[in-house]
């Protein structure tokens, strides 16, 4: 059962657009919303993350908005540039007994065209 | 670089047979978790280790299994592979706190043919 929906799956947008990747979440326990960037060989590496008391935190460029009620959170990409070309997953996380565990989205391919 | 460790970083093997992935986890992270990634499936959660005991089972099959031994590194071993198991597997290590990030490693890509 896929606990967090990603959308889109892939995504092109021209340098300097603001790409929006969209995440639900069904399970109530979840406290924590990392997003994860991979490239091509790459393990995936911590971009930016945000907990269910805020409804936004911005990271340079990256912005998470959060919409508690909703059960949605969303990454945007401020002045998109071809470096930022890769696979992004949002994640949840909780806690189930002792042991920590991390959800991931399905991922959105991002292509920024020059 | 992550600081996890990885090996081998690709595995070609036959259907039927059996394999031993290797990860050496971020210096003084006690957590590893073991991931699948496919084309088709995301990134499915397999299995975490804690300290050298298992805390958490997600998608894992039976055939394969996993320990973490007293040096923290932990091996991830399939067996009786089918096609179906090609895949990316990474390892991530990571600290008990919340909001501790995943570190991961660059995975090892698995071919059974």
């Known amino acids: 059962q896929q606990q967090v929906k990603q959308s889109p799956q892939s995504l092109i947008v021209q340098k300097g657009g603001i790409p929006i990747i969209n995440c639900a979440y069904e399970n109530t326990a979840f406290d924590y919303f990392p997003w994860y960037q991979q490239f091509p060989g790459k393990g995936p590496a911590l971009l930016i993350a945000?907990?269910?008391?805020?409804s936004e935190k911005k990271e340079g460029r990256f912005t998470i908005s959060f919409n508690k009620s909703a059960k949605q959170f969303s990454l945007h990409i401020m002045d998109s540039q071809p470096g930022d070309s890769a696979t992004y997953f949002c994640a949840a996380s909780s806690t189930s007994g002792s042991a920590r565990q991390l959800t991931f989205g399905s991922g959105t391919q991002l292509t920024v065209l020059p | 670089d992550s600081g996890v460790t990885q090996t081998p970083k690709h595995l070609i093997t036959a259907t039927g047979q059996r394999v031993t992935l290797r990860c050496s986890p971020r210096s003084g992270d006690l957590s590893v978790y073991w991931y699948q990634q496919s084309l088709d499936q995301g990134l499915q959660f397999l299995i975490q280790?804690?300290?050298?005991?298992?805390?958490a089972k997600g998608n894992i099959l039976e055939r394969f299994s996993a320990q973490q031994f007293p040096d923290l590194h932990s091996e991830l071993n399939l067996s009786s592979l089918e096609l179906g198991d090609s895949a990316l597997y990474f390892c991530?290590?990571?600290?008990?706190?919340?909001?501790?990030?995943?570190?991961f490693g660059n995975g090892t890509r698995l071919t059974v043919t």
């Open positions: 945000i907990r269910p008391d805020v």
């Open positions: 991530a290590s990571g600290r008990s706190s919340y909001n501790s990030p995943l570190h």
């Open positions: 280790y804690y300290n050298g005991e298992e805390r």
